[in-house]
């Protein structure tokens, strides 16, 4: 703690003349606080998040398809067939026809209150809307049904109601809203300071966090993103909540069953299938569990790092993770860092190489070329063969776009970010050719 001296020309405080003034000060301001104890106020400004609730017996029956339209926000990611779909947050997906990258065609857009995360099997998409699960039969996306709703999957997130009010146990928070508030309120003219205070508003962003996973088991499964919270293996769904793994088993796709809720460690953020393990993505460090018995995943290892956000993907014997500063990440440390563990003895991850970078969020490796989203600071692109000088063998930097997740889809490279969702030609990964753009357009 710093100590605070004061200046060498400080007054002595133990003349009696000084004590004269004190005393006469002190009486001037209990004058001035009795005239106005009951006058006194303070303005206070503040930003608040407040929930946006919906009667489960409504969520249903707002799920719905609709005609393409403008994005307005961009979340998860996700690729299926000729498809790529976009949420956007707390309001549903985007579906874009992407048969031809260089103009993708944004065909319909699926209304799902509180949705943040999604995965596919094959023709059933599955769906969070809030505190529970949907599966949606999206063989004709502008025509979506609902096959079953599967409630308080993610419990977390159900509104129990408020002192008062016990009706409101029947809503669902499916989203929030963010409001600025200024008011005046009452002060008190005698206190130190400004007479006001602060109110601190925790942001949940635990459905923020989506991981390029590049499923390879057996089934018609999409592609989803490196910050995912959901993905498919076999015939499981996995959903990571903030301290498990939700296994959900899809057997019969349109029927999903719930499965097992294996713990994990706080703050579980991503999740990333790799042949037969999941390597989990939490705000301290990376998880491995075995998934060779998929009803019921196993822990092996962990190693830690410092605290931040922290996206993991894997290919060979390395995994590589990204690690951020920022308010959503909770963290005080100026830490922006991509870190490669060696995984090739499971139960011993070792970290072999830190390199720093500016502010690193999702990420994807193809064929030893590596991508990374630097949100404000773009995309870059490395040749990750020798992983001990990633940096010494940058490819590509897009700088001007924001990025914040990829999905490389064997040529093609899908990238998202605040501003719209880019795609690029990476079959020649030192000469990337700029294909399409759809762009973010904010409402005026």
Excluded at 61 to 66: L, T
């Amino acid at each position: 703690m710093e100590k605070k001296l004061l200046p060498t020309n400080a007054p002595d405080f133990k003349t009696g003349h000084l004590h004269v003034i004190t005393l006469v000060l002190y009486l001037l301001g209990m004058l001035s606080l009795s005239s106005c104890t009951d006058e006194c106020e303070t303005t206070v400004t503040y930003t608040t998040q407040e929930p946006v609730l919906l009667k489960r017996s409504d969520l249903v029956a707002a799920v719905k398809s609709e005609p393409g339209k403008a994005l307005a926000t961009t979340g998860k990611i996700y690729a299926k067939d000729q498809y790529v779909f976009v949420n956007e947050l707390y309001k549903g997906i985007h579906v874009i026809n992407n048969s031809n990258p260089a103009a993708p065609k944004n065909i319909a857009f699926i209304n799902i209150p509180g949705n943040v995360d999604m995965a596919i099997r094959d023709n059933i998409l599955y769906a969070d809307a809030g505190p529970d699960l949907l599966a949606l039969d999206i063989s004709d996306p502008a025509r979506v049904t609902v096959k079953n709703h599967t409630l308080n999957l993610f419990p977390t997130f159900t509104f129990t109601g408020t002192a008062g009010n016990p009706q409101a146990s029947d809503l669902l928070t499916v989203g929030y809203t963010t409001r600025i508030v200024t008011e005046s309120r009452p002060a008190d003219c005698g206190s130190s300071g400004s007479g006001g205070f602060i109110d601190f508003v925790q942001n949940d962003t635990r459905n923020f966090a989506s991981a390029a996973s590049l499923n390879k088991s057996a089934g018609s499964t999409g592609t989803g993103g490196s910050m995912a919270r959901f993905t498919i293996t076999g015939d499981y769904l996995y959903a990571v909540n903030t301290s498990s793994i939700q296994v959900v088993n899809i057997t019969q796709p349109a029927s999903p069953v719930r499965g097992s809720n294996i713990p994990t460690s706080w703050n579980t953020e991503t999740i990333f299938p790799y042949q037969d393990k999941l390597f989990l993505g939490t705000s301290s460090g990376m998880l491995i569990y075995d998934n060779s018995q998929p009803q019921q995943p196993k822990f092996i290892s962990a190693i830690s790092h410092f605290f931040g956000c922290d996206p993991v993907v894997v290919d060979g014997n390395f995994a590589y993770v990204t690690v951020r500063n920022g308010t959503e990440c909770r963290t005080g440390n100026n830490i922006n860092q991509l870190e490669v563990i060696d995984i090739s003895t499971i139960q011993n991850p070792r970290r072999i190489k830190t390199y720093t970078m500016q502010n690193p969020h999702g990420l994807g490796i193809d064929r030893e070329t590596l991508f990374l989203c630097e949100g404000d600071y773009g995309l870059k692109v490395f040749d990750a063969q020798n992983v001990l000088t990633i940096d010494q063998h940058k490819l590509a930097h897009f700088k001007d776009i924001h990025a914040f997740d990829v999905i490389p889809l064997g040529n093609t490279l899908l990238a998202v970010g605040n501003d719209g969702l880019y795609q690029y030609d990476y079959s020649d990964p030192k000469n990337m050719k700029f294909l399409s753009k759809i762009p973010v357009t904010k409402a005026q």
